[in-house]
């Protein structure tokens, strides 16, 4: 699974309005006359390319192709992606809508509860990539945090990764505790992924530090349990010692963040 910071948007009601206006310029196609390469997706445009695939794996592919375009071109045709759904849809496919959803910005808050019904899905990459799409929608995503919590017991290790990482995104701090419990699970990601959880939820994370500490010691999820004790910042100060001998760490990316947290502790 991809770590959360590569993924995790911010969504702020502010930006609704801007990427809504967004959407109503994207809706026209145009083309480029020296090559006719189309630089701008219409509705229409996707709407033909989805009605012609030819089965669940063709459209899983437009569509994940298609959530690989700008979010500025996404927020103007998420509408008739997201309506996939209501066609029988299998799981390769609501998959794909679900990175679409979370790659067209601000305006995939607007399908929340479209997103929130999969958390439910029987396929485990379906629940997961709901997850990743639910993690930067803010308030949108309130009604699924009982879901969420949910699925931090899910027999799927990758689920569980996706709900520890949804609730941090979230700042879910009422599941601090649900989350906590995950820095025990037999998977080192997931540990990691609860470890950076922990960080965002502020106040109702730092009781964890000592146990996110401990993490320090299992390579797979070092550097999110840094990221944790960075965000911390005072509870991470008693750790100074073990924070220092990550910093020759043979991963580069993992000396950057032990350099980090020796950073933001105080004093």
């Given amino acids: 699974p991809p770590e959360p910071e590569r993924w995790l948007k911010s969504f702020r009601r502010a930006e609704v309005g801007m990427a809504l206006q967004v959407a109503v310029v994207a809706g026209k196609g145009s083309r480029c006359a020296p090559c006719g390469i189309q630089s701008v997706l219409s509705r229409d445009d996707v709407w033909l390319l989805l009605s012609q695939s030819g089965g669940e794996e063709e459209r899983a592919n437009a569509i994940v192709n298609l959530a690989a375009r700008s979010t ?4 103007g045709c998420v509408d008739v992606i997201v309506e996939v759904l209501g066609q029988e849809a299998g799981p390769k496919v609501k998959a794909a809508v679900c990175q679409a959803v979370r790659g067209a910005g601000a305006v995939g808050a607007l399908y929340a509860q479209d997103v929130g019904y999969l958390l439910d899905d029987q396929d485990a990459d379906v629940r997961y990539q709901a997850c990743l799409a639910l993690a930067g ?20 290790e990758v689920v569980r990764y996706g709900a520890c990482a949804a609730l941090g995104g979230l700042e879910a701090t009422a599941c601090a505790d649900d989350v906590a419990a995950l820095l025990a699970d037999r998977s080192p990601e997931v540990q990691g992924a609860a470890c950076w959880a922990l960080g965002k939820m502020g106040r109702a994370g730092v009781g964890s530090a000592p146990a996110v500490a401990k993490r320090l010691k299992e390579p797979r999820c070092r550097l999110q349990a840094l990221r944790s004790l960075a965000m911390m910042r005072g509870a991470a100060a008693g750790y100074c010692m073990e924070i220092c001998e990550c910093l020759t760490d043979e ?4 000396r950057l963040a032990a350099a980090a947290a020796l950073g933001a502790l105080p004093g």
Avoid: C, H, N, Q
């Fill in 72 to 75: 500025s071109e996404l927020a």
């Fill in 251 to 254: 991963d580069a990316e993992t």
């Fill in 137 to 156: 929608m803010g308030d949108a995503s309130a009604a699924a945090l009982p879901a969420l919590a949910r699925l931090l017991r899910d027999d799927s």
